[in-house]
T-cell receptor
């Protein structure tokens, strides 16, 4: 079956521009997560959605970052006024119970 | 909140040897501890997980042990093969998808033929 799908796979943007990253979770998965992975680094938690509950935004690094999940399915992570330190791979994962299933990520490069 | 520490950051072994990666967690409420393997340029993939109602779980050459009292858990890979070379991440959280998973910083394992 289809796994977690993320788009675009690569995004190059100029410093100061806004970007939107998209995640299509596995159908039926109620939990959706965004993580950030800088080059050679670990998985930094950003935000977590679970069903209709208020999202856990405790990992968002600044108010330039926001995310929404429409209809309990597709999620969009928006980064406003991008900075060079935002360059990383942004990974989305979804879950029906405990195991997280990751997408291939979006590699964001801010020039 | 949960904090997960992972050691070592890099590990180099000869093919056929065993490899052990250790993690500690801070939140005593955590009851779910998965391990993910990430090959270069690929997504993290679950290789094994353990819940706090058991102390050990094994799947072929891979085993995980959990010490709830000490709040640490370990990944054991026996008879390592070159294809085991990857970055391994541990994580801790609550089972059932009711909370976020916090990941360790990762261990880069290199298995030399």
């Amino acid at each position: 079956g289809a796994g977690v799908s993320q788009s675009p796979s690569n995004k190059v943007t100029e410093k100061g521009k806004d970007v939107e990253l998209r995640c299509d979770p596995i159908s039926g998965h109620t939990a959706l997560y965004w993580y950030r992975q800088s080059l050679g680094q670990g998985l930094e938690f950003l935000i977590y959605f679970q069903g209709n509950s208020a999202p856990d935004k405790s990992g968002l690094p600044s108010d330039r970052f926001s995310a929404e999940r429409t209809g309990g399915s597709v999620s969009t992570l928006t980064i406003q006024r991008t900075q060079q330190e935002d360059s990383a791979v942004y990974l989305c994962a979804s879950s029906a119970n405990s195991p997280l299933h990751f997408g291939n990520g979006t590699r964001l490069t801010v020039t | 909140g949960e904090n997960v520490e992972q050691h070592p950051s890099t590990l180099s072994v000869q093919e056929g040897d065993s490899a052990v990666i250790k993690c500690t967690y801070s939140d005593s409420a955590s009851n779910y501890f998965p391990w993910y393997k990430q090959e270069l340029g690929k997504r993290p993939q679950l290789i094994i997980d353990i819940r706090s109602n058991v102390g050990e779980k094994k799947d072929q050459r891979i085993a995980v042990t959990l010490n709830k009292t000490a709040k640490h858990f370990s990944l054991h890979i026996t008879e390592t093969q070159p294809e085991d070379s990857a970055v391994y991440f541990c994580a801790g959280g609550l089972s059932g998808g009711y909370n976020k998973l916090i990941f360790g910083a990762g261990t880069r394992l290199a298995v030399h033929p």
